[in-house]
């Protein structure tokens, strides 16, 4: 059982980086850590629970031998925070066929809206365990 939980995102996505930026500031007790999808580790989870390895559409939550994808892997990222952002857990009664719904919009658009850059994020070396 690991102690902490593996967030996968778009490397080259601004969204998915300003939403990791967001995870680290909320995420005071440490309990995630990040890889990019496109990166070697991020490539070997997604071939362990059988997901796509080209298609970067969705953040991924991977919780000990649990992966989740879409909005409820945000939901339950949100759930970890230690302020009131937790609160937005309650949107987990909702359906997940209609909270994908919303969460396909944005992500379809991404790159049109919030851009993309050439490579992927490299972290700091103050936030460089946070990383796998």
């Known amino acids: 059982m690991n102690k902490y939980k593996v967030i996968l995102f778009d490397g080259v996505c ?3 980086n300003s939403s990791v930026n967001f995870i680290i500031d909320h995420d005071n007790n440490k309990v995630f850590k990040f890889a990019a999808l ?3 580790i991020g490539q ?4 362990k629970f059988n997901l796509s390895k080209d298609e970067f ?8 031998e649990n992966c989740y994808t879409k909005s409820t ?17 309650v949107f987990i009664i909702i ?6 719904f919303f969460y396909d919009l944005i992500s379809k658009n991404r ?5 993309k850059k050439d490579s992927c994020r490299m972290p700091t ?8």
């Open 111 to 115: 790159y049109k809206i919030f851009g």
């Open 125 to 132: 070396p103050e936030l460089k365990d946070r990383f796998l």
């Open 14 to 16: 601004n969204l998915c």
């Open 95 to 100: 359906p997940a066929f209609i909270r994908n």
């Open 44 to 47: 070997e989870l997604l071939s």
């Open 38 to 40: 496109q990166s070697d």
């Open 73 to 89: 892997a945000a939901l339950k990222i949100a759930k970890e925070f230690s302020s009131y952002w937790k609160l937005l857990y």
């Open 57 to 64: 559409d969705s953040v991924i939550l991977i919780d000990n």
